[in-house]
């Protein structure tokens, strides 16, 4: 047993001190929690080399009881982003997230995946992999090195070793909050802001219709009303050549030159024209 364990504030006998320890069911519940995190192994980008080295000998995770990284996420419970974060990637993060068992931690480890890094703003990347799952420990760095690593787990150590087993998430009432997967189409959709999207949608409308309620009047008046201006307006349709428009325009122009000949012909006749 080690010696953060023992409570000062309980006397223990100097002869009994190397075969009793009293604690808290709590502290020694967080004490095995902290000391065997499993991580889910899986690696985005450039951070990864440098999380797969911290697991390597030369740093030996093993002595935070860490090495043991599972391939799947229903026996890990702690997740490491290390890389960067497309939008095309963000949807299978969430849904790993949410197949990992309570208690679950997120570990930020990098510029990207902390908010985009060197890619923030870009057409594909995600600004921060935390404006959809929520992360325990930031990590900064480009990448960072193995020592930064191991100090977020060290921090999130901590962390655990804070948390109360009367107010953690994972022993309230009713079912825990499963994350909503973002859907990927025709770009990145947190279903969560489907309100909001709806609500502008329905006001970028509502403008467009107003806008075009208030031009109406003003095309009216502005409408040619004589054959001879509607026959000189030259109209551009869309998809026609300059060519095709000028053969139009003459094919309409003996069509009129036929139609008048038979109006004056039949007026000098006295008859209807033909
Ligand atoms: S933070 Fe730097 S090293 Fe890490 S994934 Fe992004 S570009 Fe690569």
Not at 60 to 66: E, H, K, N, T, V
Request: hydrophobic content about 40%; overall charge neutral; some cysteine.
């Amino acid at each position: 047993m080690t010696d953060d364990l023992l409570n000062p504030d309980i006397p223990v006998p100097e002869e009994l001190q190397s075969n009793i320890a009293i604690t808290t069911v709590e502290k020694i519940y967080n004490w095995s929690r902290r000391s065997s995190v499993w991580p889910m192994m899986f690696g985005l980008a450039c951070c990864a080399i440098e999380m797969i080295c911290t697991a390597a000998s030369r740093y030996d995770l093993a002595r935070f009881g860490m090495e043991v990284m599972r391939p799947s996420p229903r026996q890990a419970d702690l997740m490491i982003v290390s890389g960067t974060v497309t939008k095309k990637m963000i949807p299978q993060i969430v849904r790993l997230y949410n197949q990992m068992p309570e208690p679950r931690y997120v570990l930020s480890m990098g510029a990207c995946a902390n908010g985009g890094g060197p890619f923030k703003e870009g057409y594909n990347v995600v600004s921060g992999v935390d404006k959809f799952i929520p992360v325990d420990v930031y990590v900064p760095g480009c990448p960072p090195t193995p020592q930064a690593l191991l100090h977020g787990l060290i921090k999130l150590q901590e962390k655990i070793e804070r948390q109360s087993l009367r107010s953690v998430p994972w022993y309230q009432k009713g079912p825990g909050e499963a994350v909503p997967v973002p859907v990927l189409w025709p770009d990145l959709i947190d279903p969560r802001q489907v309100p909001q999207i709806k609500r502008m949608a329905a006001e970028h409308l509502a403008t467009l219709a107003a806008g075009v309620m208030a031009a109406a009047p003003a095309a009216a008046q502005a409408q040619p009303t004589t054959e001879a201006a509607q026959s000189t307006a030259p109209v551009r349709k869309p998809g026609l050549t300059p060519e095709e428009i000028a053969r139009r325009q003459a094919l309409a122009a003996q069509r009129r030159a036929e139609r008048e000949a038979a109006l004056k012909q039949a007026s000098e006749e006295g008859g209807e024209p033909k």
